[in-house]
Antibody
């Protein structure tokens, strides 16, 4: 059974930093691209960042480029998101999601975690 | 970026009736080399993460009831719930994964009338 468990969210002041983690199990983690998707309160879904499988690289939404860094540790089956220079508009529930294809980063998301809440406020 | 526009924003349908949600992309998401539409649909119930329903515009994810179906090609797509059930009350999102950044529609809220 595929499981994705996010952690690391919390209340942080503007300009601060947080590191989110996503522990994955139930599939060959290294094979698949992994994603962070966020949802601001009462809003829709926004892709934040992705990291390709099979040695692929990172990609970022323009809204977080230069502030957020995605990484993955395939030996620990864990995805990370280092979030720096946080702004009020980064307040959201952050979901970790698994790519549905093992042959491309251009794919749908077949499994999602429950999310971890990040609140940026003074 | 490809802009995804869903309509309507919300709809209320009687139990056992058909619900239809539309999604339009600002450019084609049909990849000519494999003739696949890079379009998926998700269901999100309150307090839950999104759940994949449909991918490649019309392929139903394993375990999804067959009352859910996807259709369309190019820039215009439809999610149909053939007979609305109480457990289908949710917000539905379309997503294009044809090009980066992947983008989502604004969502359609489905309720029981």
């Amino acid at each position: 059974e595929v499981q994705l468990l996010e952690s690391g969210g919390g209340l942080i002041q503007p300009g601060g930093s947080l590191r989110l983690s996503c522990a994955a199990s139930g599939f060959t983690f290294s094979t698949y691209a992994m994603y962070w998707v966020r949802q601001a309160p009462e809003k829709g879904l926004e892709w934040v960042s992705s990291f390709g499988g099979r040695g692929g690289g990172p990609d970022y939404a323009d809204s977080v480029k230069g502030r957020f860094t995605i990484s993955r540790d395939d030996s620990k089956n864990t995805l990370y998101l280092q979030m720096n220079s946080l702004r009020a508009e980064d307040t959201a529930l952050y979901y970790c999601a698994k790519g549905g294809r093992d042959d491309s980063n251009f794919c749908y998301f077949d499994y999602w975690g429950q999310g971890t809440l990040v609140t940026v406020s003074s | 970026d490809i802009v995804m526009t869903q309509s309507p924003d919300s709809l209320a349908v009687p139990l056992d009736e058909r619900a239809t949600i539309n999604c339009r992309s600002s450019q084609s998401v049909l990849y000519s080399s494999n003739n696949k539409n890079y379009l998926s649909w998700y269901q999100q119930k309150p307090g839950q993460p999104p759940k994949l329903l449909i991918y490649w515009a019309s392929t139903r994810e394993s375990g999804v009831p067959d009352r859910f179906s996807g259709s369309g090609s190019g820039t215009d797509f439809t999610l149909t719930i053939s007979s609305l059930q109480a457990e289908d009350v949710a917000v539905y999102y379309c997503q294009q994964y044809f090009s980066t950044p992947t983008t989502f529609g604004g969502g359609t809220k489905v309720e029981i009338k």
